[in-house]
């Protein structure tokens, strides 16, 4: 037999044993399969060397190793201050009809209102706000100053934003 595969053998001898250890140990379930994975990652060139008499304790020195460098990891990281992304931390907002109508009315009320506006302001608005053009250029293609934009885009704004309109 190959010495890779009497590591392996003596390792998954022991996984069930591992198992057992970490499961009673992390407070996490998920987290006991990775630290079986980090003793195989820091034991295996060991073993491969073969100079590991008692396989078994090894693995189980290694074992704690990883409990504690996972311990001052959890403290360093003040990992019990953080908090899981449940959906119930999240909600999602589901598409309704009733909000796709909410939607459809507003577009239309913002069009309505740039429909409104003096052509200069929506053509300013329009320029900076679709098109994503700056206000020095803006200023320069219209022939007019950087503040005549501000006060354009400032009197666009708040006809958009008027609940009376």
Do not use: C
């Amino acid at each position: 037999m190959a010495t890779g595969s009497i590591i392996a053998s003596g390792f998954e001898r022991q996984m069930a044993a591992l198992r057992a250890f970490f499961g009673r140990r992390l407070r996490n379930p998920v987290d006991v399969d990775d630290a079986v994975q980090d003793v195989w990652l820091r034991s295996h060139r060991h073993l491969a060397s073969g100079e590991i008499d008692n396989i078994p304790a090894y693995l189980f020195q290694t074992a704690q190793s990883v409990l504690t460098d996972r311990a001052r990891r959890a403290a360093t990281r003040q990992e019990a201050r953080h908090e899981t992304l449940e959906d119930f931390h999240h909600p999602v907002e589901w598409i309704t009809p009733e909000r796709v109508l909410m939607g459809e009315e507003a577009v239309e009320r913002i069009i309505a209102r740039l429909g409104d506006m003096p052509e200069r302001t929506r053509d300013i608005f329009v320029l900076h706000r679709f098109e994503n053009i700056g206000y020095g250029e803006i200023a320069m293609r219209m022939n007019i100053s950087v503040s005549a934009v501000e006060k354009h885009m400032m009197k666009a704004l708040r006809l958009l934003m008027d609940e009376r309109a």
